[in-house]
């Protein structure tokens, strides 16, 4: 089910938008509409939509309209055209009490500056949402005292936000937004202005945060490493435009046009791609209770050395078996190949990075099976399909 | 010469003729509020009497030590330990509620103006000028349609220095609330905030230094009018400058005119650290 759902929106910043609307769509630049009429395009006809527990990363330079398209979402800024559905409903049409009560129960926002009240102490800056519900002081204090716990700020409740690092104060900025407990995350650049080291550690936080909320999370940033860390799927933005809309690996792999080859280049890509977009079929495979002389056919039939066995019924992985053991086993007259199988075999998920991959292989002369969770095949590695990943950055 | 001469507009006529009707048409309220407002500072400087000069002085110190420190303590302490040796405790206390009670109103008007004038912008445009009218009008000028209003003494002082003393109070609210981050209120809006909301839980709090700094300013600007005050027989210590001068005693003028220095400086000591204690 689609969470949220944004439907050819514009924006034109100024008085008279009429003039710009009409240049823009026959067509006319970003810079030669505001030449032309002194209105900026802020959004451009910009459709996405967002699958509920989602994390969808939007990501562009810096002028490119990601903050515009997220205060739209919440209609701090209002599109001049275009519609926003959220959960289905058509929020474009809502009047101020509706849009306030809209904004209290679904939206949880988190900003670049963490924008923390400085008159009031933690636990305070975190009850706010509530407290603007009317939620009685009791539980709202408990509500926010929960979700400090959650970002590992418990004991700091009555500091005031300024005796606290720029870290720590994001994370309060979290609580503030997950106390209410809204169905939907709009993070605004929210680990920019944090340090590296900082950031990394804020990113695999939401990520594991992500893995028990399971939120719909609209994600800003500028870094494409960042995004491909957390985005299950990135929009990219330019000029107010949607340039390319797709998965980490789809956005490396097929970059849609120049301005987002030159966002993708200086990305190592052994930490991002992962086994699935390496994988391929596993062309033959053996069965526990195949005659050696077949199996030994379907391994010189592909050129292998060695070949992976699966049960016949559920595809679960059994094991290996090597072509010197099969030959064996063909002079000494072996029914099957049950007793030749061999069942330490290095496995991945799909999710495994190209980098643990590369050390396994350097290892591991035979395919690597990818299998699921109930341990069924899913496809195989094999050395060249990870070169030929990596190379194809090279001609970039 | 006379031919080409231009028929004067007659301003001041009308402005006479504009008094006229309001005096005829609102002196019974005016009245009536000034004969209340009377009884109130009257109430105000007995209760000040009632006490010993030297449990007033120990109170005012002590609240001194307690807001700005040791050195203001042992400062009020002395000031006004001086006050009372000089025979002047009575119009002291007079001038000091005189003062209060102005501030009081001028921010009783002046904060709701403020807060107004910071949120809509056509309150802003319609009250700035006003404003500026206000402070740059000689103050002497309100003190003439003030007593057909409110009759000669305190209430006439006490109004006419509201007007004056007024301005800083509307124009730091309004500063101290614009001055509230936007960002700030973003996130206020982004968590569904109403108007209201945003002003109690944000503005007006992050406003209060600004708001205290104005509210300090009133308070000086309502000394410096003791004395224009005393004109329309306000008393206090500017009535004793006022006498000192309408028979040239010098020294009796300066020493009224210290007594009134005195008491600025502690009123501006405490008044500045009200809005920064908590
Ligand atoms: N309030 C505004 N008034 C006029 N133009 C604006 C306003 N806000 C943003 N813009 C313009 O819209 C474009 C997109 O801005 P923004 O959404 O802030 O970009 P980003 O967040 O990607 O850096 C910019 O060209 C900017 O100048
Ligand atoms: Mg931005």
Redesign the pocket.
């Known amino acids: 089910m689609e969470k949220i759902s944004a439907v050819n929106l514009t ?1 034109i ?2 008085p008279h938008p009429e003039r710009a609307l009409k240049l823009l769509s026959q067509g006319t630049s ?1 810079d030669d509409i505001f030449n032309q009429t002194g209105q ?3 959004l451009a006809d910009v459709s996405f939509e967002v699958p509920e527990g989602e994390i969808l990363v939007v990501m ?10 997220i ?1 739209s979402i919440n209609r701090l ?1 209002e599109p001049t055209s275009g519609q926003i559905f959220i959960d289905g409903e058509d929020i474009t049409t809502l009047d101020h009490d509706e849009l306030l009560e809209l904004r209290r129960h679904k939206f949880g926002m988190v900003f670049q500056h963490f924008a923390l009240f400085p008159h009031r102490n933690i636990l305070n800056n975190v009850e706010y949402g509530l407290e603007i519900q009317k939620v009685d002081k009791e539980l709202r204090q408990e509500k926010a005292r929960d979700a400090l716990k959650l970002v590992g700020l418990e004991g700091w409740e009555d500091a005031k936000p300024s005796q606290l690092s720029g870290g720590m104060q994001q994370r309060v900025g979290l609580a503030r937004a997950l106390a209410v407990d809204p169905d939907i995350l709009l993070m ?2 929210a680990f920019s202005a944090l340090d590296p080291l900082i950031r990394g550690d804020m990113q695999n936080e939401l990520n594991s945060l992500q893995d028990r909320m399971k939120k719909t999370i609209l994600f ?1 940033t ?1 870094d494409l490493d960042e995004a491909l860390k957390i985005g299950n799927r990135v929009v990219l ?1 330019k000029d ?1 435009q949607v340039v390319q809309v797709g998965t980490p690996e789809e956005i490396l792999m097929a970059p849609a046009n120049d301005y987002v080859r030159r966002f993708v280049e200086n990305v190592d890509k052994s930490k991002v791609l992962t086994a699935k977009s390496v994988l391929t079929q596993a062309r033959v495979v053996a069965y526990p209770d195949d005659n050696p002389r077949t199996v030994l056919d379907k391994m010189n039939s592909e050129c292998l050395s060695g070949i992976l066995v699966v049960k016949h019924d559920d595809n679960t992985l059994q094991g290996m078996v090597q072509v010197k053991a099969a030959s064996a086993a063909v002079e000494r007259g072996d029914k099957s190949i049950a007793s030749l199988i061999q069942e330490k075999v290095p496995t991945v998920t799909s999710t495994a990075p190209l980098t643990t991959l590369i050390s396994i292989l350097v290892e591991w002369p035979w395919q690597v099976p990818v299998v699921d969770e109930e341990r069924q095949l899913q496809g195989v590695i094999v050395y060249s399909g990870v070169l030929a990943a990596l190379a194809k950055r090279e001609n970039i | 010469m006379e031919k080409f001469s231009v028929p004067k507009l007659p301003l001041d006529d009308w402005i006479d003729s504009g008094l006229d009707f309001m005096t005829e048409n609102f002196a019974f309220l005016t009245k009536a509020i000034s004969k209340d407002l009377k009884e109130v500072i009257e109430h105000i400087v007995e209760g000040l009497m009632f006490f010993p000069p030297y449990v007033v002085i120990v109170i005012f110190s002590l609240m001194g030590w307690w807001l700005a420190g040791r050195k203001v303590g042992i400062f009020t302490a002395i000031g006004l330990g001086l006050l009372w040796n000089l025979r002047l405790w009575e119009p002291t206390m007079a001038t000091l509620t005189l003062v209060l009670v102005a501030t009081f109103l001028a921010v009783l008007v002046g904060l709701p103006m403020g807060i107004l004038a910071a949120l809509s912008r056509t309150a802003y445009r319609l009250i700035m000028p006003l404003m500026d009218f206000m402070q740059t009008m000689p103050a002497f000028v309100y003190l003439i349609p003030a007593i057909p209003f409110f009759g000669l003494g305190e209430v006439s002082a006490i109004f006419s220095t509201l007007v004056f003393a007024m301005p800083p109070a509307i124009r730091l609210t309004c500063l101290g609330i614009k001055q509230v981050p936007a960002e700030l209120i973003e996130a206020a809006d982004a968590f569904g905030s109403t108007k209201l909301q945003k002003l109690f839980k944000l503005q007006l709090p992050l406003a209060v230094p600004t708001i205290m700094a104005g509210i300090n300013q009133t308070i000086m600007l309502a000394l410096s009018m003791v004395v224009i005050a005393a004109m329309i027989g306000a008393g206090g210590l500017g009535g004793e400058v006022w006498k000192a001068i309408q028979r040239l005693e010098a020294g009796r003028g300066f020493q009224a005119g210290i007594a009134i220095v005195i008491l600025a400086m502690i009123l501006d000591r405490l008044s500045q650290k009200i809005g920064q204690k908590k």
Do not use: C, P, Q
Not at chain 1, 63 to 68: I, L
């Open positions: 924006k910043f100024g970003k900026a395009v802020g562009g330079l810096s002028g490119s309209g990601k903050s515009t398209l205060r800024i605004d650049e800003i500028h933005m107010g």
